[in-house]
């Protein structure tokens, strides 16, 4: 997880470079993709497993932040959704294995089941 982490930093040095410097999203970013390999190696230093959730949570929302740059630059055609699609993918990888370690690491947590949200029709299973 710590080594997908660090590919998706390499990962977005040539989107970063392509960006214009005063884009916000530049700066927002690198700084996103920057906290998530930093939140695990110091999540991995800690001894108890409420410090090291908390630091993988960070993670975990640093790299939700990541993708939600990702859809920005989209939304401001700065790179074409394709190209988008694969950090996606990279950052999916990365968030699954940080819900895992923090699930393996908080036996107090609550964990809700994935949900299917839907606007309009109902599942079959749900009308029955």
Not at 3 to 24: C, H, K, V, Y
């Amino acid at each position: 997880m710590y080594q997908a982490s660090i590919e998706f930093i390499a990962w977005t040095i040539p989107l970063l470079d392509r960006l214009p410097g005063t884009a916000s999203v530049r700066n927002q970013l690198d700084r996103a993709s920057t906290s998530v390999p930093l939140n695990i190696a110091e999540g991995n230093g800690k001894f108890t497993s409420p410090d090291r959730c908390r630091f993988f949570d960070n993670a975990r929302g640093s790299a939700l932040e990541a993708a939600a740059c990702l859809d920005v630059m989209a939304a401001k055609r700065f790179v074409d959704t394709e190209e988008i699609e694969t950090g996606k993918a990279m950052l999916v990888k990365i968030v699954s294995m940080l819900f895992g370690l923090i699930r393996a690491n908080s036996d107090t947590r609550v964990f809700e089941e994935r949900a299917s949200y839907r606007i309009g029709k109902k599942r079959e299973q749900d009308q029955e």
